[in-house]
């Protein structure tokens, strides 16, 4: 009965690979997010999509490909990564694109070799 | 533009003792939303509290208390009596209501250290 969950919790991988990171969220929300945590602990803004199609895309390289099958659904797919893109990807959802309170899977951590 | 200002980076206190975590945002909109988060180390975020702009009462709950004052675009947060389970980062943020965008836009938050 997990609200928001992600999967894996730990990736590893070299540089060059493509990987995929999966969220679903069970709490019936219109909105979903992808939030980035550098090694700074700060949190950024990727991704937003309500009912299935982005609003926010802040200017993350075309690497990073967001896919929402459906409302409970967005996937982050990473092609070619680089040792920048080593970092926690936190998934989120909220009620609204408007208003609402966001809460946050348990997050990937991500580790480029 | 929007923005929200955590100055301290690192707090240090030893448990029992009060600590107050201070937030300032900026924003040109009348109406927003502000929260804190909670990361401990285990690393999730833990929503603790959302505050829209029109109510301006202060919350207590626990130990936890939050003063908000829009006269001073501050939205601080009180932990009393502080315990080692209270050891984390904590995020302030701000989110405008009814923008296309919807998302938070968080501090660079504080980390707490309370020892024993």
């Known amino acids: 009965d997990t609200a928001v969950s992600q999967t894996p919790k730990y990736l590893v991988t070299q540089m060059g690979n493509d990987k995929s990171i999966k969220c679903e969220q069970n709490?019936?929300?219109?909105?979903m997010y992808w939030y980035k945590q550098d090694s700074k602990k700060f949190l950024k803004i990727m991704f937003s999509?309500?009912?299935?199609?982005?609003?926010i895309n802040e200017t993350v390289p075309n690497r990073f490909s967001p896919k929402s099958p459906d409302k409970a659904h967005l996937n982050l797919h990473i092609n070619s990564l680089e040792l920048g893109d080593s970092a926690v990807y936190f998934c989120?959802?909220?009620?609204?694109?408007?208003?609402?309170?966001?809460?946050f899977g348990p997050g990937t951590r991500l580790t480029v070799l | 533009a929007q923005k929200v200002t955590q100055a301290q980076t690192e707090i240090s206190v030893v448990e029992k003792e009060d600590v107050t975590l201070d937030c300032v945002y900026e924003?040109?909109?009348?109406?927003?939303?502000l929260f804190w988060y909670k990361q401990p180390p285990s690393g999730e975020l833990v929503f603790l509290i959302r505050?829209?702009?029109?109510?301006?009462q202060n919350e207590i709950s626990g130990r936890y208390s939050w003063n908000f004052q829009k006269s001073t675009s501050s939205f601080n947060f009180t932990i009393t009596a502080s315990q080692v389970v209270d050891s984390a980062v904590y995020f302030c943020?701000?989110?405008?209501?009814?923008?296309?965008?919807?998302?938070?836009?968080f501090g660079k938050g504080t980390k707490l250290s309370v020892k024993p």
């Open positions: 709490l019936g929300h219109d909105t």
């Open positions: 999509y309500n009912n299935k199609e982005l609003i």
């Open positions: 505050r829209n702009s029109f109510d301006e």
């Open positions: 924003t040109r909109d009348t109406t927003y939303y």
């Open positions: 943020a701000l989110r405008v209501y009814g923008g296309s965008q919807g998302n938070l836009i």
């Open positions: 989120a959802s909220s009620h609204y694109v408007a208003s609402g309170s966001l809460f």
